[in-house]
């Protein structure tokens, strides 16, 4: 007999004692036979432990019972919903919960599927439908979910015993960034090393002694070296030009310039230039100032691109117009500069901003461009928090809008000197 037992007899005992003192103290036959049957069904409630029992089994039964799941609580599929990220929970390899960024992605009846049906990724719909697969690490990366190019992290994170809570992260436009990021490298090096070869080419032929000799072969093979190596600096400018836009383009001009006045000035050196297309240049509307939010050098050179692409592209002996002028609402000036050329293609403007693309490469590296004049441009009005437009028509010509801020307050702001 336990310990336990033992107390409780003695305390029924000890009960039934003071019930009989209680009694024979008693006068009444009835008082003295109510306070005995009192007194023994207190003994026989201790003794048989009645309530302790009753506890120790209530508490054994919920130690037994399973705790209660967090995807059963009643604001879960509110708290998953909340996140734009697709979200599934997989328990014994069905999906059980699906947030509706998950539904778009994967189908309106998913939940209850087999995730091998659901995740069209052989390695990803093993891991999940695995119980004892390990999901510490690094996510995995998927692509083929969705759309074909979609790229995706997917992160598995164990919520209860089966159950796994799945979410997936869209990285497509990190990895196109990154894929752009490897291009320019790749498109940088190849650009640098056509003029290197050519260059090392000539060097080697001018060292021996029938070529060197030649004066006629030597100047010819020198001047080919001169215009490859000035390829090779305006590169490099340009790259130059490129990268310390990008450092910028999170700070924000605070000077306001007269955009007119670097219209004219642009206009009068391309004019007194070598390139007889600088003298076909027409300006419209500049006789006024036009006082915008901007940076002089990066203005410059973003009208010297757009022009030196209108006299390259432009057919020669027809105008190229700069027009300046103000947008409807007056918030905003409109530099518009057009050609009179055979125009672009429909498919290739959206491209045209890219590091270097080019409609026609052998064209364009023939007529001295480096691949980089339209992304600068593009890259300056992000840093002006303007806006830029490309519109052309095949057999007609081309014409580049650039929407620029009007500086409304003069008075307090700085102005830039364009000299």
């Not at 100032?289 to 006299?311: E, H, K, T, W």
Request: proline share 3%.
């Amino acid at each position: 007999m336990s310990r336990s037992s033992l107390f409780r007899l003695s305390m029924a005992a000890l009960l039934l004692f003071i019930g009989a003192m209680a009694a024979a103290s008693s006068g009444a036959l009835a008082e003295r036979t109510v306070i005995m049957f009192v007194a023994g069904m207190a003994a026989i409630f201790v003794a048989s432990d009645q309530g302790g029992g009753r506890a120790r089994a209530r508490s054994t039964r919920q130690a037994q019972r399973p705790p209660m799941r967090i995807s059963h609580h009643l604001d879960f599929q509110r708290f998953i919903d909340a996140s734009t990220d697709p979200i599934i929970v997989v328990e014994a390899a069905r999906v059980t919960n699906a947030n509706d960024a998950a539904l778009r992605l994967f189908g309106e009846n998913v939940v209850g599927e087999n995730v091998r049906t659901v995740v069209r990724h052989a390695g990803a719909a093993e891991r999940l439908a695995d119980e004892e697969a390990s999901h510490e690490g690094r996510p995995l990366r998927l692509t083929g979910i969705g759309m074909r190019d979609q790229s995706w992290d997917m992160r598995i994170q164990r919520i209860a015993s089966g159950q796994k809570l799945v979410q997936l992260t869209d990285r497509t436009s990190s990895q196109a960034a990154e894929k752009m990021r490897v291009d320019f490298v790749a498109n940088a090096s190849h650009e640098l090393m056509t003029p290197l070869s050519s260059v090392k080419g000539f060097i080697e032929t001018l060292r021996e002694p029938d070529a060197g000799e030649s004066a006629p072969v030597r100047e010819r093979f020198l001047a080919i070296m001169a215009a490859e190596t000035d390829r090779m600096q305006a590169l490099v400018r340009d790259l130059m030009s490129l990268s310390r836009i990008e450092a910028e383009k999170h700070h924000p001009v605070e000077t306001s310039v007269d955009i007119s006045a670097i219209a004219k000035s642009v206009a009068g050196e391309l004019a007194a230039g070598s390139n007889p297309r600088g003298g076909e240049i027409a300006l419209e509307g500049v006789d006024q100032p036009v006082m915008v939010m901007g940076d002089v050098s990066q203005l410059r050179q973003l009208l010297y691109n757009i022009l030196f692409n209108a006299m390259k592209y432009g057919r020669a002996g027809t105008p190229i117009t700069l027009s300046l002028g103000l947008s409807r609402s007056g918030s905003m000036a409109r530099l518009r500069v057009a050609d009179q050329g055979e125009g672009i293609a429909p498919e290739h403007i959206p491209r045209l901003t890219e590091r270097f693309y080019r409609v026609d490469s052998g064209r364009s590296r023939q007529l001295g461009g480096t691949g980089l004049g339209l992304s600068l441009v593009k890259h300056i009005v992000d840093r002006h928090r303007g806006h830029l437009e490309i519109s052309s028509e095949l057999g007609k010509g081309t014409a580049i809008t650039v929407m620029l801020q009007i500086a409304r307050d003069r008075l307090a702001m700085p102005v830039q000197d364009i000299t």
